[in-house]
């Protein structure tokens, strides 16, 4: 069993910076690729970026690329997403989730469906 807490999120004003971090409760992470997620008020949930296991690769969707970064400290067994440039179409609930031994980071953020494990989310107010 994996459980998975978020923490980081918040109120912004536009244009401001946030970092989420996920901190799994394994002492390991490992050939688990973590994922964040985000949900609008009305909206499907969908793939904001994803981090492999092994190979440090990663993926972005494109409302969020050179505004986004996800990285990973396996040390801490804990993924990171910092938030630039936030914009009001941010405001969302972010969820990281994690999948075991994926085959694309890439197809794992376009379904959030198969994901293993789920955190709780926390909120990200992007408003002035």
């Known amino acids: 069993q994996l459980q998975l807490v978020e923490s980081g999120g918040g109120l912004v004003q536009p244009g401001g910076s946030l970092r989420l971090s996920c901190a799994a409760s394994r002492s390991t992470l490992d050939y688990f690729a973590i994922g964040w997620f985000r949900q609008a008020p009305g909206k499907e949930r969908e793939g904001v970026s994803c981090?492999?296991?092994?190979?440090?690769?990663?993926y972005y969707v494109d409302s969020v690329k050179g505004r986004f970064t996800i990285s990973r400290d396996n040390a801490k067994n804990t993924v990171y997403l910092q938030m630039n440039s936030l914009k009001p179409e941010d405001t969302a609930v972010y969820y990281c989730?994690?999948?075991?031994?994926?085959?694309?980071?890439?197809?794992?953020?376009?379904?959030?469906?198969?994901?293993?494990?789920w955190g709780k989310g926390t909120l990200v107010t992007v408003s002035s």
């Open positions: 989730a994690a999948d075991y031994d994926p085959s694309s980071v890439k197809a794992m953020c376009h379904i959030p469906e198969g994901m293993d494990y």
């Open positions: 981090i492999s296991y092994n190979d440090g690769s990663t």
